[in-house]
């Protein structure tokens, strides 16, 4: 069992930044492929990054590439998502997310294990 818990959310102006993070419980957490998802009021969650066990494979949609970076720290079983030049449509509750087997993947249905979610406001 995985038991992850996101924190870092909250109200940010238009071009601000915030850090995401991640808690994860279990010794395994290296081993693990990691990932954001969003989701925000009436609209579908989606996929925002993810990244390989050793840190140095990512991924990003289309929409956050060049302003969010994903990262992780093994040895404090932590996952990150800085995310720079916010904007309004950033806004959604963000979920982290964990596989625990094969390698990056963006849909939902890839990962097994979830957190509780993190709400990100970007408004001025």
């Known amino acids: 069992q995985v038991q992850l818990v996101e924190s870092g959310g909250g109200l940010v102006q238009p071009g601000g930044s915030l850090r995401l993070s991640c808690a994860a419980s279990?010794?395994?957490?290296?081993?693990?492929?990691m990932g954001w998802f969003r989701q925000a009021p009436g609209k579908e969650r989606e996929f925002v990054a993810a990244?390989?066990?050793?840190?140095?494979?990512?991924d990003y949609a289309d929409s956050v590439k060049g302003r969010f970076t994903i990262s992780r720290a093994n040895a404090k079983n932590t996952l990150y998502l800085q995310m720079n030049s916010l904007k309004p449509e950033d806004t959604a509750v963000y979920y982290c997310?964990?596989?625990?087997?094969?390698?990056?993947?963006?849909?939902?249905?890839?990962?097994?294990?979830w957190g509780q979610g993190t709400q990100v406001t970007v408004s001025s």
């Open positions: 997310a964990a596989r625990t087997f094969g390698t990056l993947a963006t849909t939902g249905q890839s990962y097994a294990y």
């Open positions: 990244i390989n066990w050793g840190g140095g494979n990512t």
């Open positions: 279990g010794r395994t957490f290296r081993n693990y492929v």
